[in-house]
């Protein structure tokens, strides 16, 4: 996929004002999950249209905010992968280009 960095990047903002919002926490994210999304995204085999990638991108970020306030453990890659398999399918006429 050839992945916008303009709606990664939004969807990055977006996830982390709706945490800060939620009272969850206004921590920046680590390099490293921004790289774990980016790579699942850029390896997929499809093209998302961006509202897709600004929502895929605020949920994993949400997510990951959530898991690191309550001491779980971090997103892997195969979450990541598992939540875009669902989330293609679920929201299947917002994924079109």
Not at 16 to 21: C, L, N, S, T, V
Request: charged letters at 30%; aromatic letters at 10%.
């Amino acid at each position: 996929m050839d992945l916008n960095e303009d709606a990664f990047s939004a969807g990055i903002k977006a996830g982390q004002d709706r945490a800060k919002m939620e009272l969850l926490s206004d921590q920046a994210l680590t390099q490293d999950l921004q790289e774990k999304i980016r790579g699942v995204l850029n390896n997929w085999p499809k093209e998302y249209h961006d509202r897709f990638v600004r929502l895929y991108v605020e949920l994993c970020t949400i997510a990951e905010v959530a898991r690191i306030v309550n001491g779980e453990p971090p997103l892997t890659v195969q979450d990541l992968k598992g939540f875009l398999r669902e989330s293609e399918e679920f929201f299947n006429s917002f994924k079109h280009k």
